[in-house]
């Protein structure tokens, strides 16, 4: 066989490989990103139907409610995107902490350490979304 043929060959399997694999690992991003998303609108579902069953909701519930919103958002904005965004990913946290620091409060009734450290967290967590927001300086 002659090595040119060989090369042009070999170019086209490779074409044909990488474009096979491309296609794969595309399938399987969106079925990771569907399965991620239902799996949060059934948690979401199955936390509603809590708080309907209990006839009332509390603010932890319904900061729960806002972080399954938010990684919804964050499944929607990486599906159209492509882009993981990390934003997200920090308001998600800091929804968390503050349901953490309410949840707390209403347990106990009382001013402790822990909730000076969960707060300078949301206030770390708060200032790094300014940092990420704020364009860098580029000279």
């Known amino acids: 066989m002659d090595p040119r043929h060989f090369e042009a060959w070999h170019r ?6 990488d474009m ?29 139907a809590g708080m309907m069953l209990q006839g009332h909701a509390t603010i932890g519930d319904i900061l729960l409610l806002f972080i ?5 958002a964050m499944v929607g904005i990486y599906f159209k995107t492509n882009l993981m965004p990390v934003r997200c990913l920090i308001y ?3 929804t968390a902490l503050a349901r953490l620091l309410i949840a707390d409060i209403q347990a106990h ?7 000076l450290l969960v707060s ?20």
């Not at 399954?68 to 919804?72: I, P, V």
């Open 68 to 72: 399954y919103l938010e990684l919804g």
């Open 109 to 115: 009734h009382q001013a402790d350490m822990g909730i």
């Open 20 to 48: 096979l694999g491309n296609l794969l690992i595309e399938a399987f991003h969106y079925l990771a990103l569907f399965v991620i998303g239902a799996s949060i609108v059934w948690s979401a579902v199955v936390a509603y």
């Open 92 to 94: 998600i946290a800091i």
């Open 120 to 139: 300078g967290g949301v206030l770390l967590l708060a200032l790094a979304t300014r940092i990420i927001r704020k364009p860098t300086d580029e000279a």
């Open 12 to 17: 086209r399997s490779k074409a044909r490989a």
